[in-house]
């Protein structure tokens, strides 16, 4: 029997996106089989609204063995593969094996499974943002959109400069490997690209995206630091998630940005909403460096029906409230 809107799976379930998902899914009616790697608290999970009827948690789910997925994925309709490795200490091959073989144990899975209708996979901005193309009029980077991938070789030379390198050939890698197993084995197979996630947190553990963007709410002088950033909302991210697995006839890759923000509109908004912060002075800006990322269209997925409803300070003052309350800041 159809338990409300069937049942779904969302693997990496205590991570940042993953328990957006999870709370969006629950909210929206869905019964949610969660899978995780390991937590001691799981608190944050088990006490959201309808979970205690309609959330399994499946724990010791490791992408480096893909059977530990099974379980969790039989008799669900959709799977969220929203897990990834983050051990960037790992050479880059060993990364992109765990992930690429994970991903497709997944995907293995979900076809033995006889029920899984779609999977929508939690890819990045990353994987479509450094081509290296430059427009040849203004030396500016050309508007990337879904049919861009990254270079792989660019990326490698970015060894030095660019400290999570290796993460973005991961991300690209295991894309281009679950969208071409998916069209040789007939499986409904969409990936969703979010550019740095930021807004309220449901897990404990502070997000990468909030560190490096929000830089100047935490003191300044972080060196990765960002000056420009494209950036969107936790919740979009997961609603464009079920948007996705609930639309009639998605295909391929979808853009998930919601707008840029600058070092510029951040200390705006720190100094008018929050004057107790001891933030650098206006000439500090001017001698900040750090990385500049243009923004990627999302054009794509708002053409199919996707409405964000979060801009610029939303984005922010959500960022910073959850911060507080989490004991960060």
Known sequence: MEEGKGRVCVTGGTGFIGSWIVKRLLE????VNATIRSHPDLSFLTNLP????KLQIFKNAELNNPDSFK???????GVFHVATPLDLDDPEEVLTKRSIDGALGILKACLASKTVKRVVYT???????????????????????EKCWSDIEYLRSLKTSLGWWSYAICKTLTEKAMLEFGEQNGL?????LPTH??????CPKLHGSHRTTLDLAFGGGDAGAYLQTPVVHVDDVARAHIFLLEHPNPKGRYICSACSV????????LSVKYP????????????????????????????????FKYGVEEIIVDSIESCKENGYL
């Open 28 to 31: 929206d009616g869905y019964s």
């Open 50 to 53: 309808g979970a205690s009827q």
């Open 71 to 77: 379980e969790a994925i039989e008799g669900c309709m």
């Open 123 to 145: 890819s990045s901005g990353v994987t479509v943002s450094f081509d290296g193309k430059k427009d040849d009029d203004n030396d500016d980077e050309v508007m990337k959109d």
């Open 188 to 192: 409904e197979v969409v990936t969703l």
């Open 197 to 202: 996630v930021l807004g309220s947190f449901i």
């Open 262 to 269: 600058t070092i510029e509109d951040i200390y705006e908004i």
């Open 276 to 307: 107790e912060f001891q933030i650098p002075n206006r000439d500090y800006l001017k001698e900040m460096k750090g990385p500049k990322f243009s923004s990627p269209s999302s054009k794509k997925l708002m053409d199919a029906g996707f409405e």
